[in-house]
């Protein structure tokens, strides 16, 4: 499994080390390394383990089954995935989003949410205004130019108001 969403930090730091930003969310959204093409496994998390399930009610949070190509990220993010092994993953190993990419598919995301939650890394130290804009480069060339545009002048925004 891929912890494809914001959740999937935690498999870089702990709770102690984030800001409160960082872990506000209740949903954890969840991408199966393998499904098919119509995500019948992501559909499957979504019954047993979902919002409003009994495994949401007992735990306060719930997953959100999603595909692999729910997340704008750059090229080669499978090769920097986070693996995690706990005693949480009974012995398995699960997949967080690298912390710079994962702030990329954020920013594509483009929602202000999603905007305090970089925002808050980046102000925290965790991810650096530099990497995000290496991995800006690495949108897949299929990624719609306004959106990388967007990405570019928020990061840039967000550098000026934040000098180092």
């Known amino acids: ?32 390394m393998h499904d098919d093409d119509a995500e019948s496994l992501a559909t499957k998390l979504d019954g047993v383990v979902g919002e409003l399930s009994a495994f949401h009610e007992s735990h306060g949070y719930y997953v959100q089954g999603v595909g692999r190509k729910t997340a704008v990220l750059p090229d080669g993010w499978e090769d920097r995935l986070v693996p995690v092994k706990t005693d949480w993953t009974n012995g398995g190993t699960g997949f967080c989003l690298d912390p710079v990419d994962l702030c990329i598919a ?26 995000l804009r290496e991995r800006i480069d690495l949108l897949p060339a299929s ?22």
């Open 1 to 32: 499994m891929i912890i494809i969403g914001s959740q999937s930090v935690l498999g870089t730091w702990n709770e102690e080390e984030l800001p409160d930003e960082a872990t506000l969310s209740g949903e954890v959204d969840i991408a199966p």
């Open 106 to 131: 954020k920013l594509v995301a483009h929602r202000d949410k999603d905007f305090s939650f970089v925002g808050a890394l980046l102000e925290a130290g965790l991810v650096d205004a530099a990497q």
């Open 143 to 164: 990624t719609d130019r306004r959106s990388i545009d967007a990405v570019t002048g928020w990061v840039t925004s967000w550098q000026h108001a934040h000098p180092r």
